[in-house]
């Protein structure tokens, strides 16, 4: 290839040609702060502009390095006109853009490339659909007005887009990446997005965070986070990041602040306002919740059929709107009381957890008003999923609570009949989980018992016999049926008859409430 720029270039462009082939950089700012703000309005001259045909030229039929050097396109403080084509092109060379501006869009879609970093830069859009990169793709605070397309991209290593502000195309869509793979990180921390971003089907290796980010949906697509069905091989963070580092950082790629803040540090939290959607998605280590959702109307945000070792819902206000965890599947489940929905805004349909994790104290009573507060009607299975994960952290008492709150929950579904036979269960056993009821009323029925048989002594079974009369032990002896205590030798008749009767029957009720009750006890012991 020729040592010398093609014929027509500008002298700035001409020494951009020598610096591509010595592998610097190529910087064109002052020093001056406002003066070098891409995103400012002050002047660029012909000093400091080039032609995006001439940055085509360099990375698509660029010179041969200079010997010894490695040819690389590296600029700094550059304003490029025209609309700077690369699609489907092949970029070998390794592209790093620092504080840029673009007049008009880039288009790099089915191009081939090693490592592209624009930091800083001012772009009205990127379309980059089906672009495959072996390194990284950092757009870390940027602004791209009109949105960026990533759909079906494959990124190497990791995808950066750290503070950058997208703005949106004319469907509201600011990121479309749907399909998109990145084998390393996918980084959108502290990002300020106005539009849909959406990642459906997306495949991450590593983690996807979106610490400290900020969603806002386009009025005509209430949409801001669309992530259905997407693959994280790591973790997903929708949480606040630490203030500390990220305000008025300089940091030379936009990276390594994404720490979750400390308790009482100061932080900016994850929020979204408008649709959340999760649905379907997979997370192979954990999925961190703790971030603001403003949803108006019928908004949701959507965790149905979510799979994860580990949900951590922790958000410090609650969601205005509704959270469907509809036959998602959790390992542990890490939550606080006062970060689930009220008003029957919480979907449970389904929702299988095997332990519980509560960050702070949550107490049955709470956890039944949290089962009580989903969206749909009464389901025992969710009394039975939560019975049996508090089984499983050694809580029986609570477990038993939880299903005696199912039965009197039940109950509101029956007919008037079946409706009125469960209020006395509850009001003498409780269900069978309040045993010490049952033994309150069988004391009762025994004082009573003995009281009446006390003043209405019984007939001896045979008139030649003269047993001894004990009113108390009669009484118990009808109670406790199983037990004989050698009170066989009376023959009550008429209302005696039928209140002796009415004692077994009742004794059989409440004596055998007490026995399980006991033996639970001695079990537990």
């Known amino acids: ?244 580092g990220w305000f008025g950082s300089r940091s030379y790629y936009g990276s390594g602040y994404g720490q979750s803040p400390p308790p009482g540090a100061p932080s900016t939290p994850f929020r979204a306002y408008g649709q959340v959607r999760l649905s379907d998605a997979r997370f192979e280590a954990a999925c961190l919740i703790s971030g603001e959702f403003h949803l108006e109307g019928d908004d949701e945000l959507s965790l149905r059929r979510i799979h994860t070792p580990e949900l951590r819902f922790t958000c410090r206000i609650r969601p205005t709107g509704t959270v469907s965890l509809s036959r998602a599947r959790v390992g542990n489940l890490v939550d606080v009381p006062e970060a689930w929905p009220r008003g029957k805004h919480l979907g449970l349909t389904g929702f299988v957890y095997e332990n519980l994790r509560p960050v702070r104290p949550f107490t049955v009573q709470q956890r039944i008003a949290w089962l009580e507060g989903s969206s749909v009607e009464f389901q025992p ?54 045993p010490g009821r049952a033994g309150l009323w069988l004391l009762l029925a025994w004082a009573l018992g003995s009281v009446w048989f006390a003043t209405h002594p019984l007939d001896p079974l045979k008139p030649d016999e003269h047993p001894h009369w004990s009113p108390v032990l009669y009484t118990l002896n009808q109670l406790l049926p199983i037990v004989d205590l050698n009170q066989g030798a009376w023959n009550p008749g008429g209302i005696a008859q039928w209140i002796s009767a009415g004692l077994v029957v009742i004794g059989w009720l409440l004596a055998s409430t007490v026995v399980a009750g006991a033996t639970r006890l001695l079990q537990r012991g």
């Open 1 to 244: 290839m020729a040592d010398c720029a093609p014929e027509g270039w500008t002298d700035t462009e001409r020494e951009l040609w020598e610096a591509f082939r010595q592998g610097d950089v190529f910087d064109r700012r002052s020093g001056q702060s406002d003066i070098d703000d891409p995103y400012g309005d002050s002047p660029w001259g012909p000093g400091r502009t080039v032609s995006a045909e001439v940055l085509a030229h360099l990375l698509l039929a660029g010179p041969e390095a200079a010997p010894g050097r490695v040819a690389s396109l590296r600029m700094s403080g550059v304003t490029v006109t025209g609309a700077l084509n690369l699609a489907g092109g092949r970029i070998q060379q390794y592209v790093e853009l620092h504080g840029c501006r673009f007049e008009h869009k880039v288009l790099i879609s089915e191009a081939e490339a090693s490592t592209i970093r624009m930091v800083d830069c001012l772009v009205p859009r990127i379309e980059a659909s089906r672009l495959s990169t072996t390194g990284d793709l950092h757009l870390a605070r940027c602004r791209i007005p009109e949105g960026i397309r990533l759909t079906d991209a494959k990124i190497g290593t990791d995808l950066l887009l750290n503070q950058a502000v997208i703005g949106c195309d004319r469907f509201g869509r600011a990121l479309s990446a749907d399909g998109m793979t990145v084998h390393q990180d996918f980084e959108a921390e502290r990002i300020e997005v106005r539009g849909e971003l959406s990642i459906r089907t997306a495949r991450i290796g590593g983690r996807l965070s979106l610490r400290g980010a900020q969603l806002h949906a386009d009025p005509q697509n209430r949409v801001c986070l669309n992530a259905v069905r997407i693959v994280v091989g790591h973790t997903l963070y929708l949480t606040s990041s630490a203030d500390g």
């Open 381 to 434: 299975e969710s009394y039975e999923q939560l019975a049996a994960a508090l089984r499983r952290d050694g809580a029986d008492d609570d477990a038993r609570e939880v299903l005696y709150a199912k039965q009197r929950r039940r109950r509101h579904t029956l007919p008037l009949p079946a409706r009125i036979w469960g209020r006395v269960q509850d009001v003498t056993v409780g269900y069978g989980y309040r």
